[in-house]
């Protein structure tokens, strides 16, 4: 979960919230995805029924967004999940540090 990513990260949102994907244990997972297609059909599969459309937010909001994960306790992200397995898991509150570190460095975000 530590070795550094660059990646475009796409967003699920379901009716304005991020998507979140559920892991074996029952903790939730941030749902991160890396192509539009892999997300429209998670969609399909998890929120039919629901508003939902896919961003592709700018570093400091995707920043802002895994913040607000973490504050209601959301501490892992999971990339390109699928029903019952995703391609990796990312801490969120490395990826705050990382972040902050960035910042105030005056370096760009990225992911």
Do not use: H
């Amino acid at each position: 979960m530590n070795e550094p990513v660059t990646l475009q990260p796409l967003l699920l949102l379901v009716e304005g919230a991020p998507a979140l994907w559920r892991l074996d244990e029952g903790t939730l997972a941030l749902a991160v995805f890396t192509d539009k297609a892999v997300a429209e059909q998670y969609a399909a599969e998890f929120a039919a029924q629901q508003p939902w459309k896919i961003a592709s937010p700018e570093p400091v909001q995707a920043v802002r967004a895994i913040a607000e994960c973490v504050r209601q306790g959301v501490v892992v992200a999971a990339l390109n999940p699928a029903a019952s397995k995703a391609s990796r898991l990312f801490d969120l509150k490395a990826i705050l540090r990382q972040a902050r570190d960035k910042l105030r460095t005056g370096e760009p975000l990225t992911f």
